[in-house]
């Protein structure tokens, strides 16, 4: 599948789209600095474009034909780390709607704080895109449930034409992790999934990832590594100490556990604690922040999701920060694109969630017809390779166009469309009844349009 990615920064979400499989073939952002950083270490397809100026960047999507937009508007406007007023930053997640709606490709993925959920700007994108054609799934996620040590909570929103809402929910979430991911499961890691070239001077790193250069071959090159080699001095001392300090926004904890995820990384969470704070630390705090280890950048970079050979352009560290806390963390990316692109390749199919066994047998059904239905439903999703319709008769039709459907027999035929029948009814009284986003019992994802 063929990616744009608007507001991309300086390339966390395109690196983890690339990682999942799909052919990023251009990117748009405004700060020059961080389109520099992204065509030095993603690819040179980035380009420095203001993307308020809709009129502009449509021509340019539409030669390109990308099967998915994908992108993550700025932020500070819904955050809690800003003013929370929407102003000029919030309008661009319209803008990213407007684009969207008026290019067309078949998906397109979103990212952004969960309060922008809650916004009159994505109201009216939301509608935007819904009369666009659009089924919706909206979930709120656990960023460390999905690949990096970090409690960073944000919306995405995967769009589909013609799909129900809700339609990639439960394939979200079961692919999130049972536990999430810890700082020392990142930095803890004796010996990384990595290769050992020992390098001449004790300064210089002898550990290269798999997916980069590696460094001039010499005829010391091909010893083991040693037992006594040891990771990064600085990882070394956080694992040794136990407990980082991460600059709080507003009223949060600024001291972690390194068995528990960071808190979100944000531009500051460099920072030393202040005499403030220090004075009147958080009641949460397992130890005072005057004894914990304030984290480098390179160590924010990896938190963030960075590999290990990213190399950032800029003089100022404040930048660096900037970009780093902006970025979308590439294994969430990957993680959420490989749900898409099983989707679009009808590998998964979205679960019959809710209760449909007890709506059928409040219709007359006996418990075993009530399994018989829902399974036969389940099949029918499955033949049609995971796809929904927010029109009945449009998923009708295309079930009966699927040859494997049209194999089989005349009795079966029939309960499989009635299935489908009895399903689409019972989500249309859903949809009535519930007007209210809906808040997954699970905490891992809450999805705020209709389940499947």
């Known amino acids: ?32 600095l961080a389109v520099e950083n992204y065509n030095r270490n993603v690819d040179r397809l980035a380009e420095v474009r203001d993307l308020k100026d809709i009129l502009s960047i449509v021509p340019d999507l539409m030669r390109l034909a990308p099967d998915i937009i994908a992108g993550g508007p700025p932020c500070q406007d819904y955050s809690s780390a800003g003013r929370r007023e929407e102003a000029e930053n919030a309008r661009l997640t319209l803008a990213f709607a407007l684009i969207v709606a008026t290019v067309r490709p ?24 819904t009369r666009a054609g659009y089924g919706l799934t909206e979930a709120k996620i656990d960023a460390s449930r999905y690949g990096v040590p ?20 439960s394939s979200i979430a079961a692919t999130a992790s049972a536990q999430p991911m810890t700082l020392r499961d990142l930095f803890g890691v004796a010996t990384p999934a990595a290769v050992y070239f020992p390098a001449r001077m004790p300064d210089k790193r002898s550990i290269w990832g798999s997916d980069e250069p590696a460094p001039t071959i010499r005829s010391s090159s091909d010893r083991p590594m ?41 531009r500051t969470s460099w ?31 990896a938190i963030q999701g960075f590999p290990p050979w990213w190399r950032w352009i ?14 979308v963390p590439a294994p969430v990316a990957e993680a959420i694109g490989r749900v898409i692109l099983d989707r679009e390749q009808g590998a998964n199919a979205p679960a019959i969630e809710g209760g449909f066994l007890q709506w059928l047998v409040r219709r007359g059904r006996s418990p075993q017809s009530a399994r018989n239905t829902k399974a036969q439903a389940g099949r029918a999703r499955r033949l049609l390779d995971g796809r929904t319709f927010a ?43 519930r007007r209210k986003p809906i808040e997954s019992p699970a905490p891992i994802v809450q999805t705020l349009a209709d389940a499947a």
Request: hydrophobic share 40%.
């Open 1 to 32: 599948m063929r990616v744009v990615e608007l507001f991309s920064g300086a390339g966390g979400m395109s690196l983890g789209l690339q990682r999942a499989g799909f052919e990023v073939v251009k990117a748009y952002d405004a700060w020059p």
């Open 271 to 301: 920072e030393r604690p202040t005499d403030r704070y220090l004075s009147a630390p958080h009641r949460g705090d397992p130890v005072s922040a005057a004894s914990a280890i304030v984290l480098t950048t390179t160590q924010l970079a």
């Open 106 to 129: 078949r998906w397109f993925l979103m990212e952004n704080v969960t309060a922008a959920a809650k916004s009159t700007t994505w109201a009216e994108a939301r509608a935007v895109l």
């Open 314 to 327: 800029s003089t100022s560290k404040r930048d660096v920060l900037q970009m780093i806390a902006n970025a």
């Open 150 to 169: 970090q409690s960073r909570r944000r919306l995405f929103v995967i769009g589909r034409i013609g799909e129900r809402d809700g339609f990639l929910a």
């Open 391 to 433: 029109d009945p008769a449009m998923e009708l039709a295309a079930l009966e166009s699927v040859g494997e459907f049209q194999s089989l027999r005349k009795g079966t035929q029939s309960d499989l469309r009635q299935a489908l029948r009895l399903l689409a009814e019972y989500q249309a009284e859903g949809h009535q009844r």
């Open 226 to 266: 040693p037992m006594t080699y040891r990771t990064h001095p600085d990882d070394a001392a956080m694992i040794e100490n136990g407990y980082v300090y991460l600059r709080p926004t507003r009223a949060g904890r600024g001291v972690r556990s390194i068995d528990e995820p960071a808190s979100t990384i944000t």
